[in-house]
């Protein structure tokens, strides 16, 4: 058994106070922190990009584990400006890219770990064959773009199938997770786990986490 990890998304939060808002995250108790970069091109939503994560890392500290969420549509191109803003993680999608094998390769050349994402309408399957040479596989439970979206139960036999074929691989569920939702992705076998509009608009992130003490068996 063993228990999840919280990434909150600050997608939803306050974009103008960005840094006060991770911060506030980290003192409630978030694990790492879920940054999404989206391009206006491979999602139909802006966010933000390196010269952001670069100001997050000089007001944060090296302490907080950012694992960047790149829905961009060409994610080779933004490796090394985010490894030097200060990235731990990169996350690309499958479906961005034709060559994951190199793109993997010049991640964690370029001193990062590895993060795949899939889309709803993608198979575990394909993913498959890049699990045994990435850190971490990210199952999409909606589809990426935008916050507060509803949960797709639907996905949780990905993650189930990807926890039976890669018992230590770190599975990250992303979108409409929240205190109704968590349960059924702990069960599945997530073990890092984006929480977005939920915790932001929680009162209490702090209570809110400690609902989140999930003790799943893995
Ligand atoms: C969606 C993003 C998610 C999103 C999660 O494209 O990748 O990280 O912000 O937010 P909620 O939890 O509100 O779905
Ligand atoms: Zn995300």
Not at 91 to 114: P, S
Not at 168 to 176: A, K, P, W, Y
Request: glycine share 12%; hydrophobic share 40%.
């Amino acid at each position: 058994s063993y228990t999840a990890k919280i990434g909150p998304s600050i997608l939803n939060s306050n974009l103008a106070c960005l840094g006060s808002e991770c911060i506030r995250m980290l003192d409630c108790g978030a694990d790492y922190l879920h940054l999404d970069v989206m391009d206006g091109h491979f999602v139909p939503n802006i966010t933000f990009g390196h010269p952001v994560v670069e100001c997050l890392r000089k007001q944060l500290g090296q302490g907080p584990f950012f694992d960047m969420h790149m829905m961009v549509s060409r994610p080779e191109q933004w490796v090394k400006p985010m490894a030097a803003a200060g990235a731990n993680q990169y996350t690309f999608h499958l479906e961005a890219t034709v060559n994951a094998g190199a793109l993997i390769k010049d991640i964690r050349e370029n001193g990062m770990k590895v993060g795949l994402a899939i889309k709803p309408g993608t198979t575990v399957e394909e993913l498959g064959p890049w699990a045994g040479q990435i850190d971490m596989a990210l199952v999409m439970t909606v589809e990426p773009g935008f916050g507060g979206q509803k949960f797709m139960e639907d996905m949780m036999p990905k993650v189930n199938w990807l926890r039976t074929q890669f018992p230590s691989l770190d599975i990250e569920v992303d979108g409409g997770v929240g205190p109704d939702t968590i349960h059924k992705c702990a069960e599945a076998g997530a073990n890092m786990i984006v929480s977005g509009s939920a915790v932001m608009k929680s009162d209490d992130p702090r209570q809110t986490r400690g609902g989140y003490g999930v003790e799943a068996t893995g």
